[in-house]
């Protein structure tokens, strides 16, 4: 059975939808226009364009830049810096180093120099002595004072030319002190050769006493001068005749004279002990006659390479 209750729809053709459809459009339409019409819109004004003060390209002018000139302009009072302002450690720093360098390079450059001069005073020296054999001029002694250059050799012991100018004016100062007294005053050469002679038989006597193992002390040399100080009755008195008489300090008096007299009385003492020493040695355990026994070794032992 059908339903009583339920109401039937009308019934449209298609012309009457669509004629509807378009009125409800319409009035849709309608009604969005007039509410767009109440909101009222805010124009915009258009900006007035202002004069350009900047003239065109065409009509700038280009003036000439002028040229700029540093120009020093010097400080009336000069800057003193205070001496209570610490400077920061990074400026400590800079100067320390800075000086250290300058500090370096003038140490490199008198080390250079010394250097330079020492080499240089030893091929002058060398060349005076033995290319010239001048080995007695000024500049010779001057040089040679300073610059050891051997005159002979005793086995690897040298015999510096120093020594002998020194001992050749000892000498020579002795006999100038001697002139009244003596009777014939030795000459420059007598006094050279002495010198030789004495200086090669004391460096003999060393070589030869090294090898017996003999030595001499200064206990030993003390004890000479103590006797030499008791027979001339004080220190000053011994001291006085060395300066007068060779010009000599007590220094030297132990070194010239003190200990090689004790060393050959030593070694003389070790050669009588050995019979194949023995031999050769002359008659009488005298020091003259050791060293008549050190001139026969001197053509064995004795390299000579300058000229005196």
């Given at each position: 059975m059908p339903d009583k209750d339920k109401k039937e729809e009308p019934q449209f053709d298609e012309e009457t939808r669509r004629h509807m459809h378009d009125v409800v459009l319409g009035w849709l339409q309608r009604e969005e226009k007039k509410a767009t019409a109440a909101v009222p819109t805010k124009k915009k004004k258009a900006a007035k364009e202002k004069p350009s003060s900047v003239p065109a390209p065409s009509e700038a002018k280009v003036e000439p830049k002028e040229k700029v000139v540093a120009r020093f302009t010097p400080l009336k009072k000069p800057v003193v810096l205070d001496p209570s302002h610490e400077l920061p450690s990074s400026h400590e720093q800079l100067l320390l180093l800075s000086g250290g360098r300058r500090l370096h390079k003038l140490a490199g450059r008198v080390y250079g120099g010394l250097v330079t001069v020492f080499f240089g005073s030893i091929v002058l020296a060398a060349a005076l002595v033995?290319?010239?054999?001048?080995?007695?001029?000024?500049?010779?002694?001057?040089?040679?004072?300073?610059?050891?250059?051997?005159?002979?050799?005793?086995?690897?012991?040298?015999?510096?030319?120093?020594?002998?100018?020194?001992?050749?004016?000892?000498l020579t100062f002795f006999y100038s002190q001697q002139f009244s007294a003596m009777a014939t005053v030795p000459t420059s050469d007598d006094i050279k050769k002495l010198v030789e002679t004495t200086v090669r038989r004391r460096l003999i006597a060393e070589a030869l006493a090294s090898r017996h193992n003999i030595w001499v002390t200064e206990k030993e040399v003390d004890a000479s001068l103590e006797k030499v100080v008791e027979q001339a009755g004080s220190l000053e008195q011994v001291q006085n005749a060395m300066q007068q008489l060779w010009g000599w300090s007590i220094a030297d008096y132990r070194r010239n004279v003190l200990r090689p007299y004790i060393l050959k009385q030593k070694l003389l003492t070790s050669l009588e002990a050995d019979p194949l020493a023995k031999r050769e040695l002359p008659a009488g355990s005298t020091v003259q006659a050791l060293d008549t026994y050190l001139d026969k070794l001197t053509p064995t032992m004795v390299n000579v390479v300058g000229t005196f």
């Amino acid at each position: 059975m059908p339903d009583k209750d339920k109401k039937e729809e009308p019934q449209f053709d298609e012309e009457t939808r669509r004629h509807m459809h378009d009125v409800v459009l319409g009035w849709l339409q309608r009604e969005e226009k007039k509410a767009t019409a109440a909101v009222p819109t805010k124009k915009k004004k258009a900006a007035k364009e202002k004069p350009s003060s900047v003239p065109a390209p065409s009509e700038a002018k280009v003036e000439p830049k002028e040229k700029v000139v540093a120009r020093f302009t010097p400080l009336k009072k000069p800057v003193v810096l205070d001496p209570s302002h610490e400077l920061p450690s990074s400026h400590e720093q800079l100067l320390l180093l800075s000086g250290g360098r300058r500090l370096h390079k003038l140490a490199g450059r008198v080390y250079g120099g010394l250097v330079t001069v020492f080499f240089g005073s030893i091929v002058l020296a060398a060349a005076l002595v033995y290319g010239f054999k001048q080995p007695h001029s000024t500049l010779a002694k001057i040089l040679t004072d300073y610059v050891p250059l051997p005159y002979a050799f005793i086995g690897v012991h040298p015999i510096f030319y120093h020594t002998l100018h020194r001992e050749t004016n000892a000498l020579t100062f002795f006999y100038s002190q001697q002139f009244s007294a003596m009777a014939t005053v030795p000459t420059s050469d007598d006094i050279k050769k002495l010198v030789e002679t004495t200086v090669r038989r004391r460096l003999i006597a060393e070589a030869l006493a090294s090898r017996h193992n003999i030595w001499v002390t200064e206990k030993e040399v003390d004890a000479s001068l103590e006797k030499v100080v008791e027979q001339a009755g004080s220190l000053e008195q011994v001291q006085n005749a060395m300066q007068q008489l060779w010009g000599w300090s007590i220094a030297d008096y132990r070194r010239n004279v003190l200990r090689p007299y004790i060393l050959k009385q030593k070694l003389l003492t070790s050669l009588e002990a050995d019979p194949l020493a023995k031999r050769e040695l002359p008659a009488g355990s005298t020091v003259q006659a050791l060293d008549t026994y050190l001139d026969k070794l001197t053509p064995t032992m004795v390299n000579v390479v300058g000229t005196f």
